[in-house]
């Protein structure tokens, strides 16, 4: 099984900080997004990836972000097996940046 991409908590802050084309998407449930979340993320629950595969540019970086990491790379992994190229996950989720990059984000 390959790898799968992996970005850091700190580079997808240098990528929102410089304007980045790319799609950031989180995979968790819309009742998590109320308790913490990042504005620019398009919501899109694991659950519901499969069904919402056509929504997503198969041609663009698309960023993965869960809790904390585990559901963003079982996504970054399914996405990547049906051609999406540019997916990754963020390690450590929104906890992580959070934690590291930025502390007005409550934690959960």
């Not at 308790?35 to 198969?58: C, H, I, K, T």
């Not at 992994?77 to 051609?83: D, H, K, Q, T, V």
Request: hydrophobic share 45%.
């Amino acid at each position: 099984m390959e790898p799968v991409k992996e970005i850091s908590v700190e580079e997808l802050a240098e990528w929102r900080a410089r304007g980045k084309a790319f799609v950031l998407v989180d995979v968790r449930h819309p009742s998590e997004l109320k308790l913490a979340s990042l504005p620019d993320a398009v919501n899109v629950p694991l659950q519901e990836l499969a069904a919402r595969l056509g929504e997503l540019d198969g041609d663009a970086p698309i960023a993965l972000i869960c809790h904390t990491g585990a559901r963003s790379e079982f996504a970054a992994r399914f996405l990547a097996s049906n051609g999406f190229a540019g997916a990754c996950t963020v390690v450590g989720g929104i906890d992580a940046y959070a934690a590291r990059v930025d502390p007005s984000i409550p934690r959960y």
